[in-house]
Every structure is written in structure tokens, then in C-alpha cells.
């Protein structure tokens, strides 16, 4: 079964309109994090946020915010006023402390692109 | 801002042939790690590394596979005799530790294996 799932392939929106990466994870483990990395078209992988379980507080950065909520299980990145420069693969990533260690389980990926 | 490296940028081998991927963590990173991304597919954890031995590793990370930190900055990845299928982009991560709010791991830039 997928641990995370990222049900959205391919997003695409104007410029300036808000947008939400949708990200619903599985685990059985009390003690987990979750990880947003973008991947530019230039193919690497930059950290943009990690959160713990015990922590379900939003966390606004920027244009930037997620909303993490253990009761539906799920970790949603939003964008608002999106600009071109937003365009990229956007990944979740769980990491389970006592199941599978340090790991990273990522994802298949969200595509976003901005048009202008 | 201290960050991973990664060389090559982009490998090109025969298949059969021996390739090692090279990388140079951050350098107070303790944790080491390698993941592959098949073209358009989600990135895949293969091995983590801590204290000159390997702490955890997937099944993908079969018998072709080696790492090693043969020196003080330098952690490689060997994968022995390439195959079609191991044409990928390979992420080296590192992470300052496994505890809270030290476990983040960041990524290289990647490099692209191409196997012919």
C-alpha cells in the first residue's frame, strides 16, 4: 500500500491564483515526520519543510503554508499568489522512526506549472 | 550556505561496467544517505550510512551495490556491473543527525547514470 500518496499528477494555474498540494500519508507509527522538497525543472531536490506528529500547528512562510491534520492524516502545501518561478515537482515525504529508521518514503509528485 | 555536492553531473557507461557516484556531505553531517529517481518516477530511498557502516538499506540496494566514506569528506556510491534498469538519477542526502530538528536530510544535485 502506498504510504504517501500524492493524488494530483499534474497541476496547472495562472499566475497570482492560490493553489494546494494535496498529500495523505499511511503509518502506524506514533512517532513519524513529514517533508515537503520541491524539484525545479533543474532537477534537484531543495528542502522546503519538516514537521513532527506531535506538532499539528500550521506554519506560514511567505506565499507559503501547510496544514497538517492528523485526524484526516494528511499534510497540504499551499501556495497563494503562485508565480512562474513556483513552477516544479512538489514531493511529500514521510520518515517513520519505528518502523523503518531515517528513511524517506516520498511520494510519487505533484507537477506544477504557472502559466503567466 | 554549506551544501552537498555531487560529481559527475550526468555518467554515461556501457553496461557491465563499474560506475562510483561521488559526493561530499555537509560537512557536520553525520548521516549519509543515497536515492535513485527513475525518469519521472518518485525518488527512492536505497541506503543510509552512519559510522562507516551501512544503518539501513532497501531492496533495491542488491549485492551490485557498495558505499563507502573512503576518506574524511568523500561518500561514494559503486554499482559494480550496471544494468539498462540502473539508469536513473542518483541524490546523495546528508542530515547533522537522526534526533528532532536534526534529522532533515538535504540532497545534492544529483547525478544523471545513463547506462547503454
Known amino acids: 500500500a502506498q504510504k504517501v500518496t500524492q493524488a494530483q499528477t499534474e497541476i496547472s494555474v495562472v499566475e497570482k491564483e492560490d493553489v494546494t498540494l494535496d498529500c495523505v500519508y499511511e503509518?502506524?507509527?506514533?512517532?513519524?515526520?513529514l517533508f515537503w522538497y520541491k524539484q525545479p525543472p533543474s532537477g534537484e531536490l531543495v528542502f522546503l519543510i519538516r514537521?513532527?506528529?506531535?506538532?499539528?500547528q500550521n506554519e506560514i512562510s511567505g506565499r507559503y503554508s501547510w496544514n497538517f491534520q492528523k485526524s484526516t492524516s494528511s499534510f497540504n502545501f499551499t501556495i497563494t499568489a503562485s508565480q512562474v518561478v513556483d513552477s516544479a515537482v512538489y514531493f511529500c515525504a514521510l520518515s517513520e522512526w519505528e518502523t523503518s529508521g531515517s528513511r524517506l518514503t516520498f511520494g510519487e509528485g505533484t507537477q506544477l506549472t504557472v502559466n503567466p | 550556505e554549506p551544501e552537498v555536492t555531487q560529481t559527475p553531473s550526468h555518467q554515461v557507461t556501457q553496461m557491465g561496467q563499474e560506475v562510483i557516484l561521488r559526493c561530499v556531505p555537509i560537512?557536520?553531517?553525520?548521516?549519509f544517505y543515497w536515492y535513485r529517481q527513475i525518469l519521472g518516477q518518485k525518488v527512492e530511498f536505497l541506503v543510509s550510512f552512519y559510522n562507516n557502516e551501512i544503518s539501513e538499506k532497501s531492496e533495491i540496494f542488491d549485492d551490485q551495490f557498495s558505499v563507502e566514506r573512503p576518506d574524511g569528506s568523500n561518500f561514494t556510491l559503486k554499482i559494480r556491473s550496471t544494468k539498462l534498469e540502473d539508469s536513473a538519477m542518483y541524490f546523495c542526502?546528508?542530515?547533522?543527525?537522526?534526533?528532532?530538528?536534526?534529522?532533515?536530510?538535504?540532497f545534492g544535485p544529483g547525478t544523471r547514470l545513463t547506462v547503454l
Open positions: 503509518t502506524r507509527d506514533t512517532t513519524y515526520y
Open positions: 542526502a546528508s542530515s547533522e543527525g537522526i534526533g528532532p530538528s536534526t534529522d532533515t536530510q538535504y
Open positions: 560537512s557536520n553531517h553525520l548521516y
Open positions: 514537521r513532527n506528529s506531535f506538532d499539528e
